[in-house]
């Protein structure tokens, strides 16, 4: 479970985001992809892709990862980690699902350099 912080905004309920699908949303200069899997879980990732920054929310959602739609690595929805032999990762973010409401906290985990 993630500890969300007083950063923690609504963004919308589930039903806005198609399974298997995403929606972005902005912060600043950076862009928040919000998934949802086919069973309902909620993710949060920066929408870049750690290889050449591709649009990660444009991406195929399966078991619990996206595939990027540049170059087809795979990223860890819950950890933001490349999967594979690739190396890498995308900053993450706390989400938590309250009765069908998406809440985001904007504080970032930042992935390892
Ligand atoms: S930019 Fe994502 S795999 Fe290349």
Known sequence: M??????????GTID????????CMK???MTI?????VDDRIFALEDKCPHRNGPLSQGIVHDGCVTCPLHNWVISL????AQ???EG????FPVRLEDGRIYLDLTCNFAAA
């Open 89 to 92: 990762s995308t900053n993450t």
């Open 33 to 37: 992809a919000v998934f949802r899997t």
């Open 16 to 23: 806005d985001i198609p399974r298997r699908g995403a929606r």
């Open 2 to 11: 993630n500890a969300m912080s007083a950063n923690r905004v609504a963004i």
């Open 84 to 86: 594979g032999a690739d």
């Open 27 to 29: 912060n600043g200069d």
């Open 78 to 81: 819950e950890t933001g980690t």
